[in-house]
């Protein structure tokens, strides 16, 4: 076959294929890493009302926040109750399904039982806030102890609800006293990790708020006070804030209880029954702090930090 000829050929079967490969579609398989009904699927939010309440047995000893990736959160109220600030902030967790927890100052819970009462029946968890709210590393262990013990009592008649958490005034605790306390009482300390400082002068709802946006995230736990009204009038346009950046609330309990890894959680903690009331000692400060000697109190505590 002369070159001419079979140049012609060649030519002649490219042109077919060409025409062949432009006619046809071009597939492609379209391969997964994982089937569709095995992709890992987003964490749902639980649903915070059926949360436990029960505090782990292998639980720690303090808490300033808890570790999780879903945006549940605790926001909790110091120094009530108020007979006037607390059940108007009541009305406004009510309003919007909220649960917080509060510590309550044990002579503000033996004077207005009746909210005390209140908070629980709504839902509301409360914790231990001490008698008179001293610095506690001021104190002897039989005052940390009484100041404690007048608090539970107090809270207990006021709801019929035995308190199972304590936040230190100023968040301020020896470590022998902190011990001896969840000895005693089986209390785990309750600190913070947002803190809008809403105790401060010049008071204002909009640093409440601002403060309190920038800080919050999965797992804090927040501090506030229901005795301020710049702190109450603040708290619809925070929660509804929270609400609609994805945040759910729990109370510090259920928080602990739910981010506690199931291989840990061991049984419910047991809780010590208080032992018998002692005398009040002389150093207690029962009836005779007030908000402005407690903010002396803070001021110490940032300076001594």
Same mark, same amino acid.
């Given at each position: 076959?002369?070159?001419?000829?079979?140049?012609?050929?060649?030519?002649?079967?490219?042109?077919?294929?060409?025409?062949?490969?432009?006619?046809?579609?071009?597939?492609?398989?379209?391969?997964?890493?994982?089937?569709?009904?095995?992709?890992?699927?987003?964490?749902?939010?639980?649903?915070?009302?059926?949360?436990?309440?029960?505090?782990? @047995?292998? +639980?720690? !000893?303090?808490?300033? $926040?808890? &570790?999780? %990736?879903?945006?549940?959160? #605790? =926001?909790?109220? *110091?120094?009530?109750?108020?007979?006037?600030?607390?059940?108007?902030?009541?009305?406004?967790?009510?309003?919007?399904?909220?649960?917080?927890?509060?510590?309550?100052?044990?002579?503000?819970?033996?004077?207005?039982?009746?909210?005390?009462?209140?908070?629980?029946?709504?839902?509301?968890?409360?914790?231990?806030?001490?008698?008179?709210?001293?610095?506690?590393?001021?104190?002897?262990?039989?005052?940390?102890?009484?100041?404690?013990?007048?608090?539970?009592?107090?809270?207990?008649?006021?709801?019929?609800?035995?308190?199972?958490?304590?936040?230190?005034?100023?968040? @301020?605790? +020896?470590? !022998?006293?902190?011990? $001896?306390? &969840?000895? %005693?009482?089986?209390?785990? #300390? =309750?600190?913070? *990790?947002?803190?809008?400082?809403?105790?401060?002068?010049?008071?204002?709802?909009?640093?409440?708020?601002?403060?309190?946006?920038?800080?919050?995230?999965?797992?804090?736990?927040?501090?506030?006070?229901?005795?301020?009204?710049?702190?109450?009038?603040?708290?619809?346009?925070?929660?509804?804030?929270?609400?609609?950046?994805?945040?759910?609330?729990?109370?510090?309990?259920?928080?602990?209880?739910?981010?506690?890894?199931?291989?840990?959680?061991?049984?419910?903690?047991?809780?010590?029954?208080?032992?018998?009331?002692?005398?009040?000692?002389?150093?207690?400060?029962?009836?005779?702090?007030?908000?402005?000697?407690?903010?002396?109190?803070?001021?110490?505590?940032?300076?001594?930090?």
């Amino acid at each position: 076959m002369s070159l001419p000829r079979l140049l012609a050929i060649l030519l002649c079967t490219s042109a077919t294929l060409i025409a062949q490969v432009v006619s046809s579609p071009l597939k492609i398989e379209v391969r997964r890493a994982l089937p569709a009904e095995d992709a890992p699927q987003q964490p749902t939010m639980p649903d915070t009302a059926t949360l436990t309440r029960v505090l782990p @047995a292998n +639980r720690k !000893s303090v808490y300033s $926040r808890c &570790e999780t %990736t879903l945006p549940l959160i #605790a =926001i909790t109220f *110091d120094d009530g109750p108020d007979p006037v600030l607390t059940p108007r902030l009541l009305d406004l967790l009510k309003q919007r399904g909220i649960h917080a927890t509060f510590f309550l100052v044990g002579k503000n819970a033996a004077a207005f039982p009746e909210v005390v009462h209140r908070i629980v029946e709504e839902g509301h968890e409360v914790g231990n806030h001490s008698w008179s709210h001293p610095l506690l590393t001021q104190l002897s262990q039989e005052s940390v102890e009484s100041q404690l013990r007048r608090t539970h009592d107090a809270i207990l008649k006021g709801c019929g609800t035995a308190p199972l958490l304590y936040r230190p005034p100023y968040g @301020a605790v +020896r470590v !022998s006293q902190r011990t $001896r306390i &969840e000895k %005693t009482f089986g209390y785990p #300390a =309750i600190l913070w *990790d947002v803190d809008p400082q809403d105790w401060q002068h010049p008071r204002s709802a909009q640093k409440v708020y601002d403060r309190i946006h920038n800080q919050t995230r999965p797992g804090s736990i927040i501090l506030c006070h229901d005795i301020h009204e710049t702190t109450v009038a603040a708290m619809p346009a925070t929660l509804d804030d929270l609400t609609a950046r994805g945040f759910r609330f729990a109370t510090v309990t259920q928080l602990i209880a739910y981010t506690t890894p199931p291989e840990i959680m061991g049984p419910p903690a047991p809780t010590p029954l208080p032992p018998k009331p002692l005398a009040d000692p002389q150093s207690d400060t029962i009836g005779k702090d007030t908000a402005k000697s407690d903010e002396k109190n803070r001021e110490k505590k940032v300076q001594s930090n």
